[in-house]
């Protein structure tokens, strides 16, 4: 080796986007939450211990993780100049070696076995090694300033605030990679605001009593769909770092920020904690405490779908369809609205259809891949996409005649001067609920069908019809 040049790469936001120890946390939350609990008490041993105890439990697929390929092949060009790679991370050893044995780059693997190899024993083991400045290095974080000092070429990837400005100050600088978007349209893309028009139902309630024009309720209705939003952000961002080995086999999904490696794991897990603590602190201030019971139900519910519901045939659609229909209770608790069996019963059978839109859609797309006979993370079978699609379209139908009985009710008489002008909206929901099934079938429909919706020119005049029909029968 001597004289030989000498490359030490950092593995965890430098090599990948990613951060296997974090990763790997949230599959051991995911497959095995009883032991979850018992890891809380490893960390107590020292990280070392904590990692090793980890990486003995679960492992991430190497294969999918979202590599930094601007620095993979700039070391693929180092590697046929002679220089020899080693791959210095702090994450556990044999993870590490997987990651160099399905690279196929690296010449040594140092990682963490009995001692935490970060920062000044990552600096020390380099050192021991190659000497003083024998080595140059690649790294991100603050923490891999104390190894830069000894390096004799300092190589920053994709850096943390302030991280390359006193990498600078070291001297010695070499390549500089940072190739990241716009830190906010990551963000935005992270906490699925786009989502948020899911939680205009928490209107529903103001709109069916007929208060729309009550200022105070409205404020209310207001900020129960930012605490709903908040929440739900919370929620996508937990159910993001649980699905990451999924996720990262979709066809759309893997393109998530987290799955994608765009979006920092540390920083997630920091908006997760702040948006639901805001979300609760504002629900519990500022309205009234049967909704932010209702919100509470709802994230329950939700952590209990990420965690195991939705890998349970029939009981995840169900919920999901229970998801939907929360929110609107949440907006009848916000205004102390009551709630109606009408309302209930159309909320619940509409929202079943789509939540079967939802899961068609992802068997259809695992079909056309031929990815086998199962969904990842779900327990349906390919087999069983005629019968979701029958199941589906009979749901949606049902909340038409819901609708319909609706009309005939002496609660619509009191409602509306005209009521039968209401009928219209049975045929526009008939032809807009046949027309998502008919795009779900032929495999052109998003992954959430309440998305497809937003975004579709012929749901949105729909819509308009739709709720036009209503304000013309209230006159």
Not at 81 to 90: F, I, M, P, Q
Not at 113 to 136: D, H, I, P, T
Not at 405 to 418: C, P, Q, R, S, V
Request: some cysteine.
């Amino acid at each position: 080796m001597a004289g030989q040049r000498i490359i030490a790469v950092d593995l965890d936001g430098t090599l990948i986007r990613s951060d296997l120890l974090v990763e790997s946390v949230f599959l051991l939350l995911r497959y095995h939450p009883l032991l979850f609990v018992k890891a809380l008490f490893w960390v107590l041993k020292g990280k070392a211990y904590f990692k090793r105890r980890i990486a003995d439990a679960v492992s991430p697929v190497v294969q999918t993780l979202p590599y930094n390929q601007p620095l993979v092949a700039w070391l693929e060009a180092q590697k046929k100049t002679g220089a020899r790679l080693v791959l210095a991370t702090a994450s556990e050893t044999r993870l590490a070696r997987d990651v160099a044995a399905h690279l196929g780059l690296f010449d040594e693997v140092l990682g963490t076995e009995n001692q935490n190899l970060a920062s000044a024993n990552k600096r020390k083991a380099l050192v021991a090694r190659y000497g003083e400045q024998g080595f140059e290095y690649v790294g991100n974080s603050s923490a891999d300033l104390n190894v830069w000092s000894s390096a004799n070429v300092v190589h920053v990837v994709n850096p943390e605030f302030g991280v390359l400005a006193r990498a600078r100050r070291i001297g010695r600088m070499g390549q500089v990679f940072d190739d990241r978007a716009s830190y906010l349209r990551v963000l935005r893309k992270a906490l699925r605001l786009h989502q948020w028009a899911k939680n205009l139902l928490v209107f529903v309630p103001l709109l069916a009593t007929h208060q729309i024009t009550n200022l105070d309720l409205m404020l209310n209705g207001v900020l129960a769909f930012v605490c709903f939003g908040m929440c739900a952000s919370s929620v996508y961002i937990l159910n993001d770092l649980l699905d990451l080995k999924d996720d990262r086999q979709h066809r759309t999904k893997r393109n998530r920020p987290l799955a994608a490696g765009t979006f920092p794991m540390t920083h997630a897990m920091v908006w997760m904690v702040a948006l639901l603590v805001v979300a609760f602190g504002v629900a519990l201030a500022a309205l009234p405490w049967r909704f932010a019971l209702v919100l509470c139900a709802y994230y329950v519910l939700t952590l209990g779908y990420s965690l195991w519901i939705k890998r349970l045939v029939m009981l995840d659609v169900i919920t999901l369809a229970m998801l939907y229909t929360v929110r609107v209770v949440a907006g009848a608790a916000a205004i102390f609205a009551p709630l109606t069996f009408w309302i209930l019963a159309f909320c619940m059978f509409m929202f079943l259809s789509l939540a079967f839109v939802k899961r068609y859609t992802e068997l259809y797309d695992a079909k056309e891949q031929r990815k086998g006979d199962a969904v990842p993370g779900r327990g349906y079978q390919l087999q069983d996409f005629e019968l979701l699609a029958s199941l589906g379209s009979s749901s949606g139908y049902l909340s038409v005649l819901v609708l319909a009985l609706y009309i005939n009710d002496a609660a619509a008489l009191t409602l509306y001067g005209h009521p039968k002008l209401l009928w219209v909206a049975c045929p526009l929901l008939l032809f807009w609920l046949s027309r998502v099934w008919l795009i779900a079938h032929r495999g052109q429909m998003n992954d959430d069908p309440i998305v497809f919706a937003l975004r579709d020119r012929v749901s949105q005049l729909i819509g308009l019809a739709f709720a036009g029909t209503f304000v013309l029968a209230s006159l």
